[in-house]
Nanobody, 118 residues
Framework: QVQLVESGGGSVQAGGSLRLSCAASGYTAKMGWFRQAPGKEREGVAGIYIQSGYAASVKDRFTISRDNAKKTVYLQMNSLKPEDTAMYYC?????????????????WGQGTQVTVSS
């Protein structure tokens, strides 16, 4: 069992930046970030395995990275938009799905809220 603890969420104005962190209690091959806005389904935002991948809506604005020694994954979010407002969840696992697919992940964090105001 791997436990995940997210941090770094908060409120920011449009155009601002935030960095999310997710500390894991153990190593997993795949790590990712998902988000869920009110009334919407959870969606994959960014994932990292051999390479990193991004949803089209965040590509060139968000960057995922990991520090295996610290068992931590980061999500640097720049040029934030009001539509980025959501609960952000860290995920970890070794499933067969792609890194933006929930099926790739076995473990989930509790989530951290990101709110972007216009």
């Amino acid at each position: 069992q791997v436990q995940l603890v997210e941090s770094g969420g908060g409120s920011v104005q449009a155009g601002g930046s935030l960095r999310l962190s997710c500390a894991a209690s153990g190593y997993t091959a795949k790590m990712g970030w998902f988000r869920q806005a009110p009334g919407k389904e959870r969606e994959g935002v960014a994932g990292i395995y051999i390479q990193s991948g991004y949803a089209a809506s965040v590509k060139d604005r968000f960057t995922i990275s990991r520090d295996n020694a610290k068992k931590t994954v980061y999500l640097q979010m720049n040029s934030l938009k009001p539509e980025d407002t959501a609960m952000y969840y860290c995920a970890a696992g070794s499933g067969y799905g792609g890194i933006l697919s929930e099926s790739a992940y076995n473990y989930w964090g509790q989530g951290t809220q990101v709110t972007v105001s216009s």
